[in-house]
């Protein structure tokens, strides 16, 4: 008989299990990483201090989940009939176990989240008690939240279940919640976007395919969601909803919890919104020039007018890569072939020709090169999404399918609550030396 997920997935935990606990017992006090004042203060920015194996930041290769490029993971995913795209819920195969699923194996995954697609009634009444100009990740997070009430891991804890077990529960809550994600979304983007009857779910499709049949978008819309859930799904645990997803689980909140913070996370300016900034400031410069597709030379002095204006050009750049983010590329191929004529993408395409060698001779961009967020909102408004707003909660459905992975791993492998030690500004100046200077410098002046 052929082994489902979880039972795949229980060997894995297994055999990963006396892999920590050596770790803890044997090398415990062996140091990891220096900490500087600038690491204190900067929001402990590239200090190593989190562990996760479902996926790594590769400054020259970009994402990698489970040791794979994106570009080896779009390969060797099955992919549903006629599509380009693979089935996301094989991706959640393969962040779960490491290993890329058969066209079997993948089934069993798009079956598993058709059976639990079903959306409880009370939270389409939830989703429509918020007032009509309400913000779709308030609306988005809340619904997650109202959701607890149906959590297994909840109702086996209080029921005295074995740590071991934890994840098991987790797992079940996880998959409930990420079948129902499309669903949610769908929903309310109907009701603050389209005020019509909803489209119905339709049980036959798989995630990425089910959720552009209820947004009402032909394809090859179903290949976006498609490789747009998957590209967004996971970005190691460092980043602000990754890393709240973590922290929140780390308390044993449950998966409604935990997803439902990390939905708040992304939706702040300085997280999840990038994109719809780059595709607002696009066709901002489209209106300065008229409308027009502008030349590569004047295309370059605009660049230079406003880098030497002391603005940025949104969409280039990333803080950890160092080279094109091959999650922009992927989606720059796709544009290349299904939206060539779109005139927002011809703008992003003279730009991916301009910017890097302007910003390259500016000298003060580490990456001149263009990242994932100088790309995904075009796609999205060439297919009739928008809404700006909305953008953010295509982001959170992909990315509540790495969160939810990695939690799942969490609870298998006995993670305990996260709890840093925190200090003030004046132990900073004294471990700085500047208390000293100051007392000094008083002794002198006496």
């Known amino acids: 008989m052929k082994k489902t997920l979880k039972q795949t997935l229980f060997k894995k935990i297994e055999e990963h299990r006396p892999r920590t606990k050596r770790l803890l017992k044997e090398y415990g006090d062996v140091v990891v990483d ?10 402990m920015r590239g200090l190593k201090s989190l562990v996760t194996d479902i996926s790594y930041l590769d400054p020259e290769e970009g994402i990698r989940y489970r040791g794979y490029t994106l570009g080896e ?25 490491g290993d890329f699923p058969n066209q079997e194996e993948v089934m069993q995954v798009v079956d598993e989240f058709s059976k639990r697609r079903i959306v409880p009634r009370f939270v389409y ?61 769908a929903y309310i983007y109907n009701k603050l976007y389209r005020q019509g009857p909803r489209i119905q779910s339709n049980p036959n499709l798989d995630m990425g395919g089910n959720f552009a049949h209820m947004m009402g978008i032909e394809k090859p819309y179903d290949d976006v969601s498609r490789l747009h859930f998957i590209i967004h799904s996971d970005h190691e ?13 780390s308390s044993l909140s449950d998966i409604y919890l935990s997803i439902s913070a990390m939905i708040n996370g992304l939706a702040g300016p300085l997280h999840g919104l990038a994109n719809q900034e780059v595709l607002r400031w696009l066709q901002d410069v489209m209106d300065k020039m008229g409308n027009k597709l502008p030349t ?54 003279l730009l991916y020709n301009v910017v890097p060698p302007i910003l390259k001779e500016h000298g003060k961009a580490k990456n001149p ?29 992909g990315r509540a399918i790495g969160i939810c992975a990695n939690i799942i ?11 840093p030690k925190s200090i003030t500004t004046d132990m900073l100046e004294k471990i700085a030396g500047i208390k000293k200077e100051v007392v000094e410098a008083e002794k002198t002046k006496r």
């Open 369 to 397: 090169w263009p990242n994932v967020d100088a790309q995904s909102g075009v796609i999205q408004w060439h297919y009739g999404v928008t809404e700006y707003d909305f953008y953010t909660v295509l982001f959170g459905i």
């Open 73 to 97: 993971v779009i390969e060797n995913l099955p992919k549903p009939k006629g599509a380009t795209m693979p089935y996301v819920e094989g991706l959640f195969y393969l962040l779960l176990t």
């Open 296 to 349: 590569e030379d004047e295309m370059k002095q605009f660049v230079w007018d406003t880098l030497n204006s002391g603005q940025v050009i949104p969409g280039f750049g990333h803080a950890v890569l160092r080279k094109t983010d091959p999650r922009y590329m992927l989606q720059r191929e796709f544009s290349l072939k299904h939206l060539p004529d779109d005139p927002i993408f011809k703008y992003a395409d």
């Open 237 to 249: 645990s460092g980043n602000v909803s990754a890393h709240t997803g973590h922290l929140v689980a």
């Open 34 to 43: 220096n900490v500087t004042v600038s690491q204190v203060i900067g929001g």
């Open 125 to 185: 009444e939830v989703i429509d008690s918020f007032p009509c100009c309400s913000h779709p990740m308030a609306i988005f997070s809340t619904a997650i939240l109202t959701m607890n009430r149906e959590s297994v891991f909840n109702r086996q804890y209080h029921a005295g279940l074995n740590k071991k077990d934890y994840w098991d529960a987790t797992y079940e809550d996880a998959l409930n919640l990420l079948a129902k994600l499309p669903e949610i979304a």
């Open 409 to 419: 791993w969490d609870r298998a492998l006995g993670y305990p609550l996260e709890r």
